[in-house]
Protein backbone atom coordinates (compact mmCIF):
# COMPACT_ATOMS: atom_id res chain seq x y z
CA UNK A 1 0.00 0.00 0.00
CA UNK A 2 1.37 3.43 -0.95
CA UNK A 3 2.07 5.48 1.62
CA UNK A 4 -0.22 8.17 1.49
CA UNK A 5 -3.30 6.25 1.40
CA UNK A 6 -1.66 4.54 4.82
CA UNK A 7 -1.13 8.22 6.22
CA UNK A 8 -4.49 9.00 4.96
CA UNK A 9 -6.12 5.80 7.08
CA UNK A 10 -4.40 6.68 10.36
CA UNK A 11 -5.82 10.50 10.13
CA UNK A 12 -9.02 9.48 9.52
CA UNK A 13 -9.53 6.55 12.09
CA UNK A 14 -7.62 8.75 14.87
CA UNK A 15 -10.17 11.68 13.68
CA UNK A 16 -13.19 8.63 14.40
CA UNK A 17 -11.60 7.94 17.51
CA UNK A 18 -11.57 11.67 18.74
CA UNK A 19 -15.01 11.71 17.84
CA UNK A 20 -15.99 8.99 20.18
CA UNK A 21 -14.07 10.30 22.31
CA UNK A 22 -15.60 13.57 22.68
CA UNK A 23 -19.22 12.32 22.39
CA UNK A 24 -19.46 10.95 25.88
CA UNK A 25 -17.82 14.07 27.47
CA UNK A 26 -20.36 16.31 25.31
CA UNK A 27 -22.83 14.42 27.03
CA UNK A 28 -21.43 14.78 30.03
CA UNK A 29 -21.23 18.94 29.55
CA UNK A 30 -24.80 19.04 28.54
CA UNK A 31 -26.00 16.79 31.82
CA UNK A 32 -24.06 19.70 34.12
CA UNK A 33 -24.90 22.45 32.24
CA UNK A 34 -28.44 21.56 32.49
CA UNK A 35 -27.86 21.06 36.54
CA UNK A 36 -26.54 24.37 37.08
CA UNK A 37 -29.03 25.50 34.89
CA UNK A 38 -32.02 23.72 37.54
CA UNK A 39 -29.98 25.22 40.47
CA UNK A 40 -30.56 28.58 39.14
CA UNK A 41 -26.80 29.58 38.27
CA UNK A 42 -28.25 30.48 34.51
CA UNK A 43 -24.54 32.17 33.98
CA UNK A 44 -22.52 29.24 35.11
CA UNK A 45 -24.73 27.03 32.97
CA UNK A 46 -23.95 29.63 29.68
CA UNK A 47 -20.66 29.17 30.47
CA UNK A 48 -21.18 25.18 30.09
CA UNK A 49 -23.32 25.69 26.93
CA UNK A 50 -20.86 27.73 25.28
CA UNK A 51 -17.71 26.04 25.97
CA UNK A 52 -19.56 22.85 24.19
CA UNK A 53 -20.73 25.02 21.19
CA UNK A 54 -16.76 26.00 20.51
CA UNK A 55 -16.04 22.01 20.17
CA UNK A 56 -19.29 21.59 18.33
CA UNK A 57 -21.12 24.73 16.33
CA UNK A 58 -23.94 22.38 16.14
CA UNK A 59 -24.90 20.85 19.26
CA UNK A 60 -28.64 21.56 19.48
CA UNK A 61 -28.90 20.77 23.19
CA UNK A 62 -26.48 23.30 24.17
CA UNK A 63 -28.28 26.33 21.40
CA UNK A 64 -31.61 25.45 23.35
CA UNK A 65 -30.33 25.19 26.64
CA UNK A 66 -28.80 28.85 25.89
CA UNK A 67 -31.89 30.03 24.73
CA UNK A 68 -33.43 28.73 28.64
CA UNK A 69 -30.31 30.66 30.53
CA UNK A 70 -29.57 33.97 28.16
CA UNK A 71 -32.98 36.25 28.74
CA UNK A 72 -32.61 35.96 32.67
CA UNK A 73 -28.98 37.00 31.96
CA UNK A 74 -30.44 39.90 29.67
CA UNK A 75 -27.68 38.70 27.15
CA UNK A 76 -30.25 36.71 24.29
CA UNK A 77 -28.42 38.66 21.29
CA UNK A 78 -25.51 36.67 22.05
CA UNK A 79 -27.43 33.48 20.53
CA UNK A 80 -28.05 34.44 17.32
CA UNK A 81 -24.45 34.70 15.88
CA UNK A 82 -23.90 31.16 17.71
CA UNK A 83 -27.06 29.72 15.83
CA UNK A 84 -26.80 31.20 12.37
CA UNK A 85 -23.61 29.93 12.29
CA UNK A 86 -25.25 26.22 13.47
CA UNK A 87 -28.37 26.63 11.02
CA UNK A 88 -25.19 27.62 8.10
CA UNK A 89 -23.66 24.29 8.79
CA UNK A 90 -26.84 22.12 9.06
CA UNK A 91 -29.26 24.37 6.75
CA UNK A 92 -32.06 21.57 6.64
CA UNK A 93 -32.88 21.49 10.10
CA UNK A 94 -36.50 22.71 11.09
CA UNK A 95 -35.64 23.10 14.66
CA UNK A 96 -32.34 25.05 14.09
CA UNK A 97 -34.81 27.52 11.84
CA UNK A 98 -37.50 27.87 14.27
CA UNK A 99 -34.62 28.98 17.26
CA UNK A 100 -33.33 31.47 14.56
CA UNK A 101 -36.89 33.24 14.75
CA UNK A 102 -37.73 32.88 18.12
CA UNK A 103 -34.52 34.59 18.84
CA UNK A 104 -35.24 37.58 16.56
CA UNK A 105 -38.76 37.28 18.31
CA UNK A 106 -37.31 38.01 21.78
CA UNK A 107 -34.70 40.60 20.62
CA UNK A 108 -37.61 42.55 19.04
CA UNK A 109 -36.56 42.20 15.27
CA UNK A 110 -40.14 41.91 13.44
CA UNK A 111 -38.32 42.80 9.97
CA UNK A 112 -35.41 40.30 10.32
CA UNK A 113 -37.47 37.77 11.98
CA UNK A 114 -40.19 37.81 8.61
CA UNK A 115 -37.12 37.66 6.73
CA UNK A 116 -35.45 34.82 8.16
CA UNK A 117 -39.37 33.26 7.84
CA UNK A 118 -39.67 33.51 4.18
CA UNK A 119 -36.18 32.55 3.75
CA UNK A 120 -37.32 28.90 5.06
CA UNK A 121 -40.57 29.03 3.30
CA UNK A 122 -39.00 29.54 0.09
CA UNK A 123 -36.30 26.37 0.82
CA UNK A 124 -39.28 24.38 2.20
CA UNK A 125 -42.43 25.68 -0.34
CA UNK A 126 -44.38 22.14 0.80
CA UNK A 127 -43.80 22.47 4.93
CA UNK A 128 -46.40 24.39 6.99
CA UNK A 129 -43.28 24.45 9.64
CA UNK A 130 -42.35 28.20 8.06
CA UNK A 131 -45.13 29.53 9.07
CA UNK A 132 -46.18 27.75 12.13
CA UNK A 133 -42.90 28.75 13.75
CA UNK A 134 -43.52 31.97 12.73
CA UNK A 135 -46.29 32.51 14.28
CA UNK A 136 -45.34 30.81 17.64
CA UNK A 137 -42.89 33.06 17.73
CA UNK A 138 -45.06 36.26 17.61
CA UNK A 139 -47.66 34.72 19.73
CA UNK A 140 -45.24 34.32 22.24
CA UNK A 141 -44.69 37.70 22.22
CA UNK A 142 -48.18 38.67 22.50
CA UNK A 143 -48.51 39.46 19.07
CA UNK A 144 -51.65 38.07 17.98
CA UNK A 145 -53.41 39.77 15.20
CA UNK A 146 -49.99 39.49 13.29
CA UNK A 147 -49.73 35.88 14.09
CA UNK A 148 -53.18 35.30 12.83
CA UNK A 149 -52.43 37.05 9.38
CA UNK A 150 -49.20 34.45 9.38
CA UNK A 151 -51.53 31.25 9.76
CA UNK A 152 -53.62 32.57 7.47
CA UNK A 153 -50.89 33.85 4.57
CA UNK A 154 -49.38 30.24 5.26
CA UNK A 155 -53.00 28.71 4.82
CA UNK A 156 -53.04 30.34 1.31
CA UNK A 157 -49.86 29.23 0.36
CA UNK A 158 -50.37 25.61 0.68
CA UNK A 159 -53.42 25.76 -1.24
CA UNK A 160 -56.08 27.24 0.98
CA UNK A 161 -57.35 24.06 2.65
CA UNK A 162 -59.38 25.39 5.59
CA UNK A 163 -57.84 22.14 7.42
CA UNK A 164 -54.04 23.87 6.62
CA UNK A 165 -52.69 25.11 10.09
CA UNK A 166 -56.35 24.76 11.32
CA UNK A 167 -54.62 23.48 14.90
CA UNK A 168 -52.67 25.98 15.07
CA UNK A 169 -55.16 28.78 14.14
CA UNK A 170 -57.83 27.23 16.51
CA UNK A 171 -55.21 27.22 19.60
CA UNK A 172 -54.72 30.97 18.94
CA UNK A 173 -58.17 32.02 19.21
CA UNK A 174 -58.61 30.18 22.01
CA UNK A 175 -55.36 32.04 24.05
CA UNK A 176 -57.70 35.65 22.58
CA UNK A 177 -60.74 33.97 24.19
CA UNK A 178 -62.21 33.67 20.29
CA UNK A 179 -64.34 30.42 21.57
CA UNK A 180 -66.68 30.66 18.12
CA UNK A 181 -63.57 31.27 15.76
CA UNK A 182 -61.48 28.40 18.02
CA UNK A 183 -64.58 25.63 17.34
CA UNK A 184 -64.29 26.68 13.43
CA UNK A 185 -60.98 25.69 13.29
CA UNK A 186 -61.33 22.38 14.81
CA UNK A 187 -64.24 21.29 12.78
CA UNK A 188 -62.24 21.81 10.00
CA UNK A 189 -59.14 19.42 11.69
CA UNK A 190 -61.35 17.09 12.61
CA UNK A 191 -62.66 16.67 9.49
CA UNK A 192 -59.75 15.69 7.68
CA UNK A 193 -58.21 14.00 10.88
CA UNK A 194 -60.14 11.82 13.00
CA UNK A 195 -57.24 11.37 15.60
CA UNK A 196 -57.63 14.80 16.52
CA UNK A 197 -61.05 14.22 18.07
CA UNK A 198 -59.88 13.74 21.87
CA UNK A 199 -58.24 16.50 22.00
CA UNK A 200 -60.79 18.84 19.95
CA UNK A 201 -62.99 17.78 23.16
CA UNK A 202 -60.87 18.46 25.53
CA UNK A 203 -59.78 21.52 24.48
CA UNK A 204 -63.52 22.59 23.65
CA UNK A 205 -64.16 21.48 26.51
CA UNK A 206 -62.99 24.59 28.76
CA UNK A 207 -65.83 26.89 26.48
CA UNK A 208 -66.81 29.38 28.98
CA UNK A 209 -70.79 28.32 29.71
CA UNK A 210 -72.07 31.64 28.03
CA UNK A 211 -70.48 31.11 25.15
CA UNK A 212 -71.25 27.31 24.41
CA UNK A 213 -74.66 28.25 22.36
CA UNK A 214 -72.71 30.04 19.89
CA UNK A 215 -69.73 27.22 19.20
CA UNK A 216 -72.32 24.63 19.22
CA UNK A 217 -73.90 26.65 16.44
CA UNK A 218 -70.67 27.59 14.38
CA UNK A 219 -70.26 23.52 14.35
CA UNK A 220 -73.82 22.52 13.57
CA UNK A 221 -73.45 24.84 10.16
CA UNK A 222 -75.31 23.39 7.21
CA UNK A 223 -71.95 22.44 5.67
CA UNK A 224 -70.96 20.67 8.94
CA UNK A 225 -68.63 17.96 8.52
CA UNK A 226 -70.26 14.75 10.78
CA UNK A 227 -66.83 14.54 12.61
CA UNK A 228 -67.56 18.46 13.70
CA UNK A 229 -70.69 17.79 14.52
CA UNK A 230 -69.67 15.21 16.89
CA UNK A 231 -67.87 17.28 18.85
CA UNK A 232 -70.57 19.60 18.76
CA UNK A 233 -72.02 16.27 20.33
CA UNK A 234 -69.20 16.66 23.09
CA UNK A 235 -69.52 20.14 23.54
CA UNK A 236 -73.18 19.73 24.79
CA UNK A 237 -72.16 16.47 26.96
CA UNK A 238 -69.05 18.81 29.30
CA UNK A 239 -72.17 20.88 29.81
CA UNK A 240 -75.46 21.13 30.98
CA UNK A 241 -76.59 22.78 27.62
CA UNK A 242 -80.58 22.02 27.06
CA UNK A 243 -80.86 20.71 23.70
CA UNK A 244 -81.30 23.26 20.58
CA UNK A 245 -85.27 23.84 20.25
CA UNK A 246 -85.70 24.74 16.81
CA UNK A 247 -87.37 23.10 14.13
CA UNK A 248 -84.17 21.25 12.77
CA UNK A 249 -83.78 19.37 15.72
CA UNK A 250 -87.70 18.82 16.17
CA UNK A 251 -87.77 17.55 12.08
CA UNK A 252 -84.46 15.23 12.91
CA UNK A 253 -86.09 13.46 15.90
CA UNK A 254 -89.56 13.12 14.44
CA UNK A 255 -90.58 14.44 18.17
CA UNK A 256 -91.35 17.27 20.08
CA UNK A 257 -87.68 18.84 21.85
CA UNK A 258 -85.96 16.27 24.15
CA UNK A 259 -87.19 16.42 27.53
CA UNK A 260 -85.28 17.35 30.46
CA UNK A 261 -85.48 13.79 32.07
CA UNK A 262 -83.55 12.45 28.81
CA UNK A 263 -79.74 11.03 28.92
CA UNK A 264 -77.19 13.94 28.99
CA UNK A 265 -75.88 12.16 25.35
CA UNK A 266 -79.39 12.66 23.76
CA UNK A 267 -79.63 15.76 24.44
CA UNK A 268 -76.10 16.49 23.23
CA UNK A 269 -76.58 14.45 19.87
CA UNK A 270 -79.98 16.48 19.39
CA UNK A 271 -78.13 19.58 20.28
CA UNK A 272 -75.37 19.11 17.72
CA UNK A 273 -78.00 18.23 14.98
CA UNK A 274 -78.20 14.26 15.25
CA UNK A 275 -80.87 12.41 15.27
CA UNK A 276 -82.37 12.22 18.51
CA UNK A 277 -82.93 7.88 18.56
CA UNK A 278 -79.52 7.15 17.01
CA UNK A 279 -78.85 3.33 17.22
CA UNK A 280 -78.06 0.11 14.83
CA UNK A 281 -82.18 -1.15 14.91
CA UNK A 282 -83.12 2.27 14.05
CA UNK A 283 -80.74 3.50 11.63
CA UNK A 284 -81.77 -0.23 9.94
CA UNK A 285 -85.33 0.67 9.89
CA UNK A 286 -84.74 4.06 8.24
CA UNK A 287 -82.08 2.65 5.60
CA UNK A 288 -84.75 0.17 4.87
CA UNK A 289 -86.80 3.15 4.31
CA UNK A 290 -84.65 4.79 2.41
CA UNK A 291 -84.92 7.99 4.67
CA UNK A 292 -81.71 7.32 6.48
CA UNK A 293 -79.54 10.57 7.68
CA UNK A 294 -75.82 10.32 6.67
CA UNK A 295 -74.76 9.65 10.57
CA UNK A 296 -76.09 6.14 9.98
CA UNK A 297 -73.25 5.52 7.25
CA UNK A 298 -74.03 3.06 4.98
Request: charged letters at 25%; aromatic letters at 4%.
Amino acid sequence: MPRSLRAGGASLAFTLLLGLLAAPLVGQAISQGFELERAGRYADAAAVYLTTLRTDPANLPALLGLERVLPPLSRVAELLPLVQRARERVPDNGTLRGLELRVYAQMNEPDSLEAAARRWAAAAPRSDAPYREWALALADRRVFDEARRVLLLGRRALGGSPATLAIEVAELEQRVENWEGAAREWGHAVAVLADLLPNASSQMGETPAPQRTRVVAALTGPDAAPRARRLAADVCSNSRLPALRHRRSRRRCGASPISPGRSRRRRAIACAGWPCRVGPSWCRRRLRSGRAPKQCGS
